[in-house]
């Protein structure tokens, strides 16, 4: 068939889920073709690497091989003489269009030839948000299997740590989240006091403790002066009331929420991921790297020991993103400045109480070649940035001796994709940069999700089996600081989720590799806003 100079009318329709391919070979013109008649003649060689193909909404023809979703097979010789180079000219009308109808084409509604595109994009983008909101959860599930080390004013409930995190590539050199969204209202708390300016992302730091210019800090108990941020940030006051037992002698948690802090402590997280999905042969890789920047106000103890901590987030900055979760990443990170936290901490540095505003996910519509989807994706929930303050003030055996080894039960929390049920593995090992350091595994099993769990979805869940390839991490505790250093944890899983969605069973292999760094100061690491770092 000859090629015609003018573009063809189906190529100026609007682009959508139901569109029609059509193959150029050497201007023999055929089609209407389903995306999945497409891969079938691609797989059978029928369709070679070197044909042009067109779908309504293209104003040009593309060589096939620009197509991810075409596979084809390294072995097959081509059928015909060497083909020509995609034409350079617009594409010729089909003769087969005209001989069907003197109309121009409409476009027209399908669901199941493209269904695996519409799984493909739907459950990708809901897993990369899955993916990136579970966060570690130590639990009281039951009680300690293996004695902990003596520590002092220890109660019996077991510790939380920070959960999973991700490897990342090096940061890269995009401006700052902006910081000028105001943090969001919370009906249920009242606020009051405001905000210090956000800082700008400070340069990487190897060691594992800060540098000696960090005083030192006594213990919780014997603070004796209140220490004022070195910022305008005025004392957060929170109404609050954790769920820990009060007392006729304990003072009220809001009472000790609004008296001045007697220290002051900043917290900078890095969080890296990756994450890979394929179905039916098609990848889908995202990963996205990101920091945040934490002041906790530590209240004064009261008659029992507890005290009251306020987290305030500071400032965020998004270092990479791939270009699918980019539009619900930066605004879930922006969202997050401002948002306030409290919590109860005892003499033993056990975590409890944790109360704050819920971080909602972000959503944001993507266009991929053959389908549109939804991605969902939230920074940091709530669960994870209780388990921050858990990390953060990580309760270190009393005494420092090498070679103890302690574990507790400890619950993940993966929503819709299951849980993940096991122990955490302590053990104290030779000291680094000065610093007591301990390290720990995770020895997980992964349980499947139940109806309940997966409820809600826009698709269901039929079948998952994952498997840990790695989980834990280390933590470095300074003696002389009296306060967690460093720590760095690690989580590696991978599996397969099979999902039921409009009515079509759609198969993914998934695997995600995380990392969270967390760096504890004694003075605001990042610079003020409008400053290079």
Not at 165 to 184: F, Y
Not at 252 to 271: G, K, N
Request: with cysteine; aromatic share 6%; charged share 20%.
């Amino acid at each position: 068939m000859r090629a015609s100079s003018r573009s063809p009318s189906f190529c100026h329709g609007v682009a959508s889920l139901s569109g029609q391919w059509y193959v150029n070979r050497q201007g023999d013109i055929r089609g209407p073709l389903s995306l999945a008649q497409l891969q079938a003649k691609a797989h059978a060689g029928q369709l070679t690497a070197a044909d042009s193909v067109c779908r309504d909404g293209m104003k040009d023809w593309i060589a096939a091989s620009e197509l991810p979703a075409l596979v084809f097979p390294a072995a097959i010789a081509p059928s015909v003489a060497p083909t020509r180079s995609v034409p350079t000219g617009p594409p010729p009308l089909p003769a087969a269009a005209e001989r069907k109808t003197t109309e121009r084409p409409q476009p027209v509604r399908r669901t199941r030839p493209l269904a695996p595109w519409l799984a493909v994009l739907a459950v990708a983008g809901l897993l990369l948000a899955i993916l990136g909101l579970g966060l570690m959860r130590q639990r009281a599930t039951g009680p300690i299997q293996q004695a902990a080390p003596a520590i002092a004013s220890r109660q019996t409930e077991p510790t939380r740590l920070t959960g999973r995190l991700e490897m990342a590539n090096p940061p890269s050199s995009e401006p700052a989240v902006n910081e000028q969204t105001t943090a969001r209202t919370d009906d249920a708390r009242p606020r009051s006091g405001p905000i210090s300016p956000p800082p700008s992302a400070p340069a990487e730091e190897e060691t594992a403790t800060e540098a000696p210019a960090s005083k030192t800090l006594a213990p919780l108990k014997s603070r004796d002066e209140p220490v004022r941020p070195g910022q305008a940030t005025e004392p957060v006051v929170s109404a609050v009331t954790a769920d820990a037992p009060q007392d006729s002698q304990q003072t009220p948690v809001a009472a000790l929420a609004s008296q001045s802090p007697e220290r002051v402590l900043f917290v900078e997280v890095d969080v890296s991921r990756q994450s890979k999905m394929t179905v039916q042969g098609l990848p889908i890789a995202g990963q996205s790297r990101y920091r945040l920047l934490s002041q906790f106000d530590l209240g004064p103890a009261d008659s029992q020991g507890v005290r009251v901590v306020t987290q305030t987030v500071l400032a965020t900055r998004l270092e990479a993103c791939d270009e699918l979760s980019r539009g619900a990443l930066a605004p879930s990170l922006a969202r997050l400045k401002g948002q306030r936290y409290t919590f109860q901490l005892n003499e033993a540095n056990e975590v409890s109480g944790f109360a704050g505003a819920a971080a909602l996910p972000e959503s944001a519509a993507v266009d991929a070649l053959g389908g549109s989807g939804l991605v969902l994706v939230s920074a940091m929930d709530d669960d994870g940035f209780a388990e921050l303050a858990q990390s953060a003030f990580f309760p270190s055996p009393a005494r420092s001796q090498v070679g103890q080894q302690w574990q507790r039960p400890m619950h993940h929390d993966w929503g819709p994709l299951g849980s993940w049920q096991g122990e955490t593995h302590y053990e104290q090992v030779a000291p680094q940069n000065a610093a007591d350091t301990f390290e720990f595994t995770y020895h997980l099993r992964y349980a499947p999700p139940d109806a309940a769990a997966a409820s809600g979805l826009p698709f269901t869940p039929t079948r998952a089996d994952f498997k840990t390839l790695k989980a834990g991490g280390v933590i470095h505790f300074d003696r002389k600081l009296n306060r967690v250093a460093t720590a760095v944890e690690h989580f590696h899983a991978q599996g397969e989720l099979v999902a039921d969605l409009l009515g079509q069973s759609t198969t993914l292999q998934v695997e995600e590799v995380q990392q969270m760094q967390l760096r504890l100061y004694d003075q605001n690491p990042w610079p003020q806003a409008g400053q290079e770092p």
